[in-house]
C-alpha cells in the first residue's frame, strides 16, 4: 500500500526562498579589472578573474586558485563534463582544465586569432568571441573539442569587438557590443562552415549596443540585454522577430541591463540589472513565457558583472563587482526552485518473497509542464532497516516512470523515490512500505509407481515455477514401508540441496516388497513456506 511522503535525513528537499532574499555574498579575495565570468561544474564553482581563475566551493567559500593567466576573460563548460575551458585574452589561448583536480590538462593556441574574450560550448564544440579592437579583425571561431589539434573555423563577418556569442544545439547566435545599431546574427552550425540563418536587427534603426547574449535550450529564443531599454528581449531564432520583452514597461525602475541568461529548462529568464550609479544590483526571475515577475532579489553596494549569470542544480550564481576598488565578489542566490513537484509511489497491494513485483508512479510539475526525462534517486530498506543497492530510475517524458523489485526474504520492505528538483521546481520524495509474505512453493514429485526389489528407483520433483532463484534450502525423504504381512516400518532417507530453480533428485533401492510411501517435505526459513508431498510405489519381489 501507498505510505506518507517522507524523506529521510540524508535526502534533504530545498524550500523555495523568500522574495528579495539576497542570498550569500562571499568576498573572493581578488581585484581585477577585467574577468567576472562564472560557470559551475562538478560541485566547484570557477570564477575568471584576470591573472587567475578563483575556485569557490557550492557554499561559495574560495578553495583553489588557478594562478599565473595572463587576461582570464571568459569560461565555458558542458553540462556533462569535467571540464572547463577558459578564454586567456593576453596570451591568445584557451585552456582546458579538469574540474576535479582543478589543473589545466591542455593549451589551445589562438594566436591567429588574438584576444579571445568571449566562450560558448555545445557537445564537443567551443565557440570564441576574438578581437583586439581592430576594425575587421575581429570575429568567431569554433573548435572540434575532439580534436587533437583543433583546426578553428570561422564563422561570419570581421568586426572590432569580440562578439558575444551563444549556442543550443544547431543554432549559435553573435553579436558585437558595444557598438550601435546592434546587429544579431544567426548561424546553422550543423554545416561547415556555418550557414548564415539571418540577422536580429529590431528595427529599422537597428538595435541598441548589446551588453549581453543567450539562447534558450531549445534553441527557438535569442535573448538580448541591450543598453537603454530598460528590458530584456525575446527574439524568435526563426522569423528574427520580437517574441516578447521582460519588465516591458519601457520604464527604468530597475535600472540598466547587464546580463541575461534562460534556465535550463527554458522556463524561466533571469536578467541582471545595474543601478545608473553603477552601485547597486538586482536580479529578477521572470516567467519565459508570461514575463510575469516571479522572484526579485537585490544587493546594495556593488555591481553586476556584465554576462555574469550560471547555474547550477537549484543555484544561481552572479558575479559582483565594488565599484571603486574593483574587488570581486561572487553572489550565490538561495536555493532557487520557484514552483514544487509531487511526485508518487503505487505499490502492489500485495507481494511474495522472491517473486517480481512492479512499482509505479508519476512527477507532476506545479506548472502543468511535462517535466522531461528525468533521473529519481529509488532507495530501499530490508525488514531489519539494512540498507539494499542504490539505483537511479529514469521517467518518461510525461513524468510516468515504473520499476520492478525482488523482495529477497518476506517481511515489511520500505521504498522511497527521490526527485532532487532543479533550478526552478522544488525537489520531491514519496515513499511506501509492502508487506511481504513467504513464497508458497508447489510441491511436486515424480518416479516410478512401480518397482523391484534389488532395483533402484529414481525420483525428481520440484517446487518451483515461476523463473525463481532460491536460496539454499533443503528437501527430508522419509519412507514409509507397508509389508504384505502388514509390518510397517519407517526410515529417513539422506537430505537433498535442490538446485537454484528448486528442482531436486533421490533414488533408493528397496530391500523388501510392499507398498513403500516416499514423503517428500521442503524445510521452510524466512523466505519459503514449508510443504509436503507423497509419492507411492509398489514394489514386488523379482520374477524367476
Same mark, same amino acid.
Given at each position: ?59 561559495? @567559500?574560495?578553495?583553489? /586558485? ?34 576535479? =583536480?582543478?589543473?589545466? /590538462?591542455?593549451?589551445?593556441?589562438? /594566436? ?38 583543433? =583546426? ?8 572590432? @569587438? ?28 550543423? #554545416? ?38 530598460? @528590458? ?10 520580437? !517574441? ?61 558583472? !556584465? ?6 542544480? =537549484? ?133 516410478? !509407481? ?23 534450502? /533443503? ?24 538446485? !537454484? ?15 513403500? =510411501? ?19 510405489? #509398489? ?6
Amino acid at each position: 500500500m501507498a505510505g506518507s511522503l517522507l524523506l529521510t535525513s540524508g535526502l534533504l528537499v530545498a524550500q523555495a526562498p523568500a522574495a528579495a532574499a539576497a542570498g550569500i555574498v562571499t568576498d573572493l579575495g581578488v581585484v581585477a579589472k577585467r574577468g567576472g565570468d562564472v560557470v559551475a561544474r562538478g560541485s566547484k564553482v570557477f570564477v575568471a578573474a584576470d591573472d587567475r581563475i578563483v575556485v569557490a566551493s557550492l557554499d561559495g @567559500q574560495p578553495i583553489s /586558485t588557478i594562478s599565473g593567466l595572463s587576461g582570464a576573460v571568459a569560461l565555458a563548460a558542458p553540462d556533462s563534463s569535467r571540464k572547463v575551458y577558459a578564454a586567456l585574452r593576453d596570451s591568445n589561448e584557451v585552456i582546458e582544465i579538469d574540474t576535479a =583536480t582543478v589543473t589545466i /590538462t591542455r593549451r589551445i593556441d589562438l /594566436t591567429a586569432y588574438p584576444c579571445p574574450s568571449t566562450l560558448t560550448q555545445s557537445h564537443s564544440r567551443l565557440w570564441i568571441g576574438y578581437g583586439c579592437g581592430e576594425p575587421g579583425e575581429g570575429g568567431v571561431v569554433g573548435l572540434v573539442l575532439s580534436e587533437t589539434t583543433p =583546426t578553428p573555423v570561422r564563422v561570419g563577418p570581421g568586426t572590432t @569587438q569580440p562578439p558575444l556569442v551563444a549556442v543550443a544545439g544547431d543554432t549559435l547566435v553573435a553579436g558585437e557590443p558595444g557598438v550601435s545599431p546592434a546587429t544579431v546574427r544567426v548561424y546553422d552550425i550543423s #554545416t561547415t562552415p556555418a550557414t548564415p540563418r539571418g540577422e536580429i536587427r529590431g528595427d529599422a534603426n537597428g538595435l541598441p549596443p548589446l551588453r549581453d547574449l543567450a539562447i534558450t535550450e531549445d534553441r527557438s529564443t535569442a535573448l538580448s540585454a541591450l543598453a537603454d531599454t530598460h @528590458q530584456f528581449d525575446a527574439w524568435d531564432t526563426t522569423t528574427l522577430t520580437q !517574441a516578447r520583452a521582460y519588465n516591458g514597461s519601457g520604464s527604468s525602475e530597475h535600472g540598466v541591463p547587464t546580463a541575461v541568461a534562460a534556465s535550463p529548462d527554458g522556463a524561466y529568464v533571469v536578467g541582471g540589472w545595474n543601478s545608473s550609479a553603477g552601485d547597486s544590483a538586482k536580479l529578477v526571475v521572470y516567467d519565459a513565457t508570461t514575463a510575469e515577475v516571479i522572484y526579485e532579489a537585490d544587493h546594495q553596494g556593488k555591481a553586476l558583472v !556584465a554576462g555574469s549569470i550560471a547555474f547550477y542544480g =537549484t543555484l544561481t550564481w552572479a558575479v559582483l563587482q565594488e565599484p571603486d576598488t574593483g574587488r570581486m565578489h561572487l553572489w550565490r542566490l538561495p536555493p532557487s526552485p520557484y514552483h514544487s513537484s509531487t511526485l508518487t509511489l503505487t505499490a502492489p497491494s500485495e507481494a511474495t518473497a522472491l517473486k517480481q513485483v512492479t512499482f509505479s508512479g508519476r512527477l507532476t510539475l506545479s506548472t502543468g509542464s511535462l517535466p522531461g526525462v528525468q533521473t529519481l534517486e529509488l532507495y530501499r530498506w530490508l525488514p531489519d532497516g539494512t540498507s539494499r543497492p542504490y539505483q537511479e530510475i529514469t521517467t518518461a517524458a510525461d513524468g510516468t516512470y515504473e520499476f520492478t523489485d525482488t523482495p529477497p526474504s518476506s517481511g515489511t520492505f520500505a521504498y522511497q523515490v527521490f526527485w532532487p528538483g532543479n533550478s526552478w521546481f522544488r525537489g520531491r520524495g514519496a515513499s511506501a512500505t509492502v508487506t511481504v509474505a513467504l513464497y508458497q512453493p508447489v510441491l511436486t514429485v515424480n518416479g516410478p !509407481a512401480t518397482g523391484v526389489v534389488g532395483e533402484r528407483l529414481e525420483f525428481s520433483g520440484t517446487f518451483g515455477a515461476d523463473g525463481v532463484v532460491f536460496p539454499p534450502t /533443503t528437501i527430508v525423504v522419509v519412507r514409509k514401508v507397508v509389508s504384505p504381512d502388514g509390518t510397517v516400518t519407517s526410515k529417513a532417507l539422506a537430505k537433498v540441496a535442490p538446485a !537454484a530453480d528448486g528442482s531436486f533428485g533421490f533414488t533408493d533401492t528397496p530391500t523388501t516388497s510392499g507398498q513403500h =510411501t516416499y514423503t517428500v517435505r521442503l524445510v521452510g526459513n524466512s523466505v519459503i513456506e514449508p510443504a509436503n508431498t507423497s509419492h507411492v510405489v #509398489t514394489v514386488l519381489q523379482p520374477t524367476a
